[in-house]
């Protein structure tokens, strides 16, 4: 995690998920608000670890894998 540095020196959960490319971009044009593909400006190889630990996980527990398929047919 040496992509993070210093944890503290993020003030939310949601600016640490930002920083590691993980979030929407938002575009808004008038009174619409449309979210987006993630920005990828950001640290990608801490993004690359981060997903790819994800899939590992999906992929290794049964559990974890029916919750994802549960709510992608929701």
């Known amino acids: 995690m040496s992509q993070i540095d210093d944890i503290s020196r993020f003030k939310s959960k949601e600016r640490l998920a930002s920083y590691a490319g993980l979030v929407p971009r938002l575009e808004q044009s008038g009174n619409r608000d449309m979210g987006?593909?993630?920005?990828?400006?950001?640290?990608?190889?801490?993004?690359?670890?981060?997903?790819?630990?994800?899939?590992?996980?999906?992929?290794?527990?049964?559990?974890?894998?029916?919750n994802i398929e549960h709510s992608e047919k929701s």
Do not use: E, P, Y
């Open 36 to 66: 987006s593909h993630i920005s990828k400006r950001d640290s990608s190889i801490l993004r690359f670890i981060l997903v790819n630990a994800a899939h590992t996980v999906i992929m290794h527990s049964g559990k974890m894998r029916k």
